[in-house]
């Protein structure tokens, strides 16, 4: 059965950082892209990051491009998402997601994830 654990959220202030952990198991990791997603309330689930298998395929979404870093160690069948000079925007419970294919390419797009994370809560204060 394969699970993914997100860990790593918490309360910070604007302009911190914070990295989150996503841990993989009952699947071969390195066979699989992963990605991270977030969910605000009352808004829809958002594109955040995404790696292929190998990790030489890295793609972001434009709200956070350029402060946030995803990365992943296959070893310890993790995956991270490093968030910097984070905002009041960034507040939601982020996601961490594996397809069940295993492609190359990672996708942007949630109906490309088959595996999902509880969650975890990201809060950002001004």
């Known amino acids: 059965q394969v699970q993914l654990v997100e860990s790593g959220g918490g309360l910070v202030q604007a302009g911190d950082s914070l990295t989150l952990s996503c841990a993989a198991s009952g699947v071969t990791f390195s066979n699989h892209n992963a990605g991270w997603f977030r969910q605000a309330p009352g808004k829809e689930r958002e594109f955040v990051a995404a790696?292929?298998?190998?990790?030489?395929?890295?793609y972001y979404g434009d709200s956070v491009r350029g402060r946030f870093l995803i990365s992943r160690d296959n070893d310890k069948n993790l995956v991270y998402l490093q968030m910097n000079s984070l905002k009041p925007e960034d507040t939601a419970v982020y996601f961490c997601a594996a397809p069940k294919s295993q492609t190359y390419i990672p996708t942007r797009d949630l109906s490309g994830y088959d595996y999902w994370g509880q969650g975890t809560q990201v809060t950002v204060s001004s």
């Open positions: 790696i292929s298998r190998t990790g030489m395929s890295i």
